[in-house]
């Protein structure tokens, strides 16, 4: 989307022809794209249009830093150069500069009022700061302007989950479904919200149907795993737990997950191990530990009571 405005604003300008570099880009092949933009500026250095050319090139080959240098150069040059403010946002979003994007993203929602990625970008960044009820308010801005986009659709049903909207977020989710029946990180996310609801049967029949086509799906074998947990399949659920942790071991929940399974089927060690891994990677778990009756196992060990007091 980005850069087919970008290639529109540039046909517009007939002082320099775009068109090498847009098929290079168009076939992938960064590299010479970036040298052939570089060789524009060298002759114009004083086009925004091309310094944000630059952007995406550098943007496309995932060189987020660099990316944002370009555009900002851009932008020195022409502050009101609107399609510099669509290449930074996405950036500093994906580099977790959250109010750097929130502010490149309202920017674009300024200057493209009509045009939903500033709106989406916008109530992902919100929804990132736990802004949610703005974050819900600026998504339905976007499904205004376009009902059906599916990118629209999902965020909203993301946002709606971390509010607590967990009936909601289903319905959304059976939208995008009915639109794109293979999207899997739609059903991984329908999952999460029945285990919420504590609908758990239902939440291994979702989990079942991602891990026939992606048996490697960290979050759903997580999830398929506390629900057999919360029926009462220990044993089975800690299999699935610790699939996932071979796929993903950076996951904070499902840390989380194996340490209220060990915890109870007695394996204090091995559960304090997984809790102290779990609230490493996440602090806010210690809280959520506190209140948990799966610990009852451990509450009174020592290094449980030091877990929960660090």
């Keep these: 989307m980005i850069l087919k405005k970008l290639k529109n ?15 290079l880009i168009d076939d992938g092949d960064l590299s010479k794209a970036l040298f052939s933009v570089n060789s524009k500026i060298k002759k114009r250095q004083d086009s925004a249009a091309l310094w ?7 943007f496309e080959q995932e060189r987020y830093s660099e990316s944002i240098h370009a555009v900002q150069k851009a932008i020195e040059l022409d502050s009101e150069f609107k399609e510099a403010w669509l290449v930074i946002g996405p950036s500093y979003h994906i580099l977790d ?9 309202e920017k674009t929602i300024e200057f493209f009022p009509e045009d939903i990625a500033g709106y989406i970008g916008k109530a992902d960044v919100l929804s990132h700061l736990d802004k949610n009820d703005l974050a819900e308010e600026t998504i339905l801005k976007a499904l205004e302007i376009d009902p059906d986009d599916q990118d629209s659709l999902e965020t ?21 479904l009915k639109m794109d029946p293979d999207n899997l990180d739609i059903l991984v996310n329908k999952s999460h919200d029945l285990i919420e609801l504590k609908r758990f049967e239902q939440a291994i029949t979702i989990t079942d149907e991602v891990l026939k086509r992606n048996p490697d799906d960290d979050v759903a074998l997580s999830n ?6 919360e029926l009462g399949n220990n044993e089975e659920a800690l299999d699935f737990i610790q699939r996932s942790l071979d796929a993903d071991s950076t996951n904070d929940d499902t840390w989380y997950q194996k340490a209220r399974i060990l915890s109870k089927i007695d394996r204090k060690d091995d559960a304090l191990d997984a809790l102290l891994v779990s609230t490493s990677i996440f602090s806010d778990n210690i809280d959520l530990a506190k209140n948990d009756e799966s610990f009852s196992n451990i509450k009174n060990e020592k290094r449980y009571q030091k877990i929960i007091r660090d």
């Excluded at 604003?9 to 098929?23: G, M, Q, V």
């Excluded at 944000?52 to 550098?58: D, P, R, S, Y």
């Excluded at 500069?97 to 993203?105: S, T, V």
């Excluded at 049903?157 to 909601?168: D, Q």
């Design 224 to 229: 398929k795993g506390e629900s057999l947990f």
């Design 156 to 176: 909203y049903a993301e946002i709606l989950s971390e509010l607590g909207k967990y009936e909601k977020s289903l319905e959304i989710a059976d939208n995008i």
């Design 97 to 105: 500069q959250m109010e750097d994007a929130l502010e490149a993203y």
């Design 52 to 58: 944000t050319m630059k952007g995406i090139v550098l």
């Design 9 to 23: 604003l540039l046909r517009d300008d007939d002082s320099f022809d775009c068109s090498e570099i847009e098929k």
